[in-house]
Nanobody, 126 residues
Framework: QVQLVESGGGLVQAGGSLRLSCTAS????????MAWFRQTPRKEREFVAGVSWNGGNSYYADAVKGRFTISADNAKTTLYLQMNSLKPEDTAVYYC???????????????????WGQGTQVTVSS
């Protein structure tokens, strides 16, 4: 069982930046494909960015490409999402997710992920 905990959300003005973090209760994330999703009350949970278990593959949703960067620390204990040039439409609850089944690929649908964090709210004001 993997327990994921996100942090770093908050309120920011449009054009600003935030960095989200995700840790796995002291465990390494080395054996998992990892991703960030987001969800608003009006929309289904959507893929934002993902990275394969060895960091060799990363993938971004078109809406965030060029503005967001997914990364992990060298010890693979923390996953990050650096969010720059934030827009009001980026407002959502952001979730960290881990995929133990096909970790060498970047899965983009929620059902492909086994473990989820509780989410962190990101609000971008105009």
């Amino acid at each position: 069982q993997v327990q994921l905990v996100e942090s770093g959300g908050g309120l920011v003005q449009a054009g600003g930046s935030l960095r989200l973090s995700c840790t796995a209760s002291g465990r390494t994330l080395r054996m998992y494909g990892m991703a960030w999703f987001r969800q608003t009350p009006r929309k289904e949970r959507e893929f934002v960015a993902g990275v394969s278990w060895n960091g060799g593959n990363s993938y971004y949703a078109d809406a965030v490409k060029g503005r967001f960067t997914i990364s992990a620390d060298n010890a693979k204990t923390t996953l990050y999402l650096q969010m720059n040039s934030l827009k009001p439409e980026d407002t959502a609850v952001y979730y960290c997710a881990a995929d133990s089944q096909v970790p060498w690929k970047v899965a983009t649908t929620p059902r492909e992920y086994d473990y989820w964090g509780q989410g962190t709210q990101v609000t971008v004001s105009s």
